[in-house]
């Protein structure tokens, strides 16, 4: 079982920022793209962003030009930079590691997951 660790939610106010941290073991994340999905209460779980092993960088539209993904190979780590955020970002953030080139759906559950980190913005 892959084991990947998630880190850095909780409760901010509208506007504020977070930063979600995720550790892969190496050898997973050497060979792995990187993501984050979300899932709020009661909704699907849903694709917020990917990045490549070339860390080539892919949002979905909610969040562009308030959200970064970045990945450190030193730290074998995955980041998901969160600004202005906002109620709707309300969700539990999950990590996920995939094989390169294999399609990231909006909703599909492939790869190895992280236990989920809670992020609450109040408003």
């Known amino acids: 079982q892959v084991q990947l660790v998630e880190s850095g939610g909780g409760l901010v106010q509208a506007g504020g920022s977070l930063r979600l941290s995720c550790v892969a073991p190496g050898s997973i994340f050497r060979w792995s793209d990187m993501g984050w999905y979300r899932q709020a209460p009661g909704k699907q779980r849903e694709l917020v962003a990917y990045?490549?092993?070339?860390?080539?960088?892919t949002y979905i539209d909610s969040v562009k030009g308030r959200f970064t993904i970045s990945r450190d190979g030193a730290k074998n780590s995955v980041y998901l930079q969160m600004n202005s955020l906002k109620p709707e970002d309300t969700a539990v953030y999950y990590c996920n590691a995939r094989p390169p080139n294999t399609p990231w759906g909006p909703a599909d559950d492939f790869g190895s997951w992280g236990q989920g980190t809670q992020v609450t913005v109040s408003s």
């Open positions: 990045i490549t092993m070339s860390s080539r960088p």
